[in-house]
């Protein structure tokens, strides 16, 4: 059974950082990447950053320049360092991994980053 435990969240004022873990146990074949997906009140879900299995990053536009993706895909273990956060960041993050040739998903639990002075 495949399981994605998230680490990491909390609240942190304008301007801070926060460092998300996720790591995944069980058997996972043909891992395509592995990112973080967030999901504000009211919003969609959407991507924030995402790591290939050729170690390429993806990010949002609205993370670019702040964040920091990093993993080890062998390893499955994905990791989010957020800097210069702002309050539009407060979300619930979720660790994703896509896998084989039908592009499936693995979802965490979330986590919550609030960002509020």
């Known amino acids: 059974q495949v399981q994605l435990v998230e680490s990491g969240g909390g609240s942190v004022q304008p301007g801070g950082s926060l460092r998300l873990s996720c790591a995944a146990s069980?058997?996972?074949?043909?891992?395509?990447?592995m990112g973080w997906y967030r999901q504000a009140p009211g919003k969609q879900r959407e991507l924030v950053a995402a790591?290939?299995?050729?170690?390429?990053?993806n990010y949002a536009d609205s993370v670019w320049g702040r964040f920091v993706i990093s993993g080890d895909i062998a390893k499955k273990s994905v990791y989010l360092q957020m800097n210069s956060l702002k309050p539009e960041d407060t979300a619930v993050y979720y660790c994703?991994?896509?896998?084989?040739?039908?592009?499936?998903?693995?979802w965490g639990q979330g986590t919550q980053v609030t960002v509020s002075s």
């Open positions: 994703n991994v896509r896998f084989d040739r039908f592009s499936r998903d693995y």
């Open positions: 069980g058997s996972i074949f043909s891992i395509n990447a």
């Open positions: 790591i290939t299995s050729g170690g390429r990053p």
